[in-house]
């Protein structure tokens, strides 16, 4: 099982876009956040652009899931468990964003992602491991960590791995 308050305590704490478009997205984080303590969701303004660009879809469903993300996003920041931030001025590829800010603070910080997308989250685990940054000199071990959080269709957290062949 998971511990969601090592998570919310130890952990810099990104959430996709995905993950706030969801029909479970509420239940999700009304579970999580209790666990944050001094913490905060870090949500990249990308994130918060998609969520704007995906407002004026054809496709209805879409249409209301980002303007349900959006509106979770600010219930989230009036509550002062989310934050938004940026990096680039003009990089506005949200996984390229996070695939940037994991490679650059994994050395840092401990690191969750929460995303619903296998591919970023494959991408993002992979980012645990380097043949030239992985270990110092001494043989000690320099990244502190990447997690991927997920929920399943009840709302459930559950952290991904990468899954192994058969």
Not at 52 to 57: E, G
Not at 70 to 84: M, P, Q, R, S, V
Request: aromatic letters at 12%.
């Amino acid at each position: 099982m998971i511990d969601l308050s090592d998570i919310g305590n130890n952990y810099k704490i990104f959430v996709d876009t995905c993950a706030f478009m969801n029909v479970k997205a509420e239940p999700f984080f009304n579970k999580f956040t209790p666990n944050l303590k001094d913490n905060k969701l870090l949500v990249h303004k990308s994130v918060l652009n998609q969520l704007k660009w995906l407002q004026k879809s054809d496709d209805e469903k879409t249409k209301a899931s980002a303007i349900n993300g959006e509106n979770l996003f600010n219930e989230l920041k009036n509550e002062g468990i989310a934050t938004d931030f940026k990096t680039a001025k003009n990089d506005r590829n949200t996984d390229n964003n996070f695939v940037f800010i994991f490679n650059q603070y994994r050395l840092q910080y401990k690191l969750c992602l929460i995303t619903l997308d296998n591919g970023l989250s494959t991408e993002i685990l992979k980012l645990n491991s380097s043949e030239s940054s992985e270990f110092d000199k001494s043989g000690n071990r320099l990244i502190k960590g990447i997690k991927i959080l997920k929920y399943d269709y009840k709302g459930m957290p559950y952290e991904f791995t990468i899954p192994k062949p058969f």
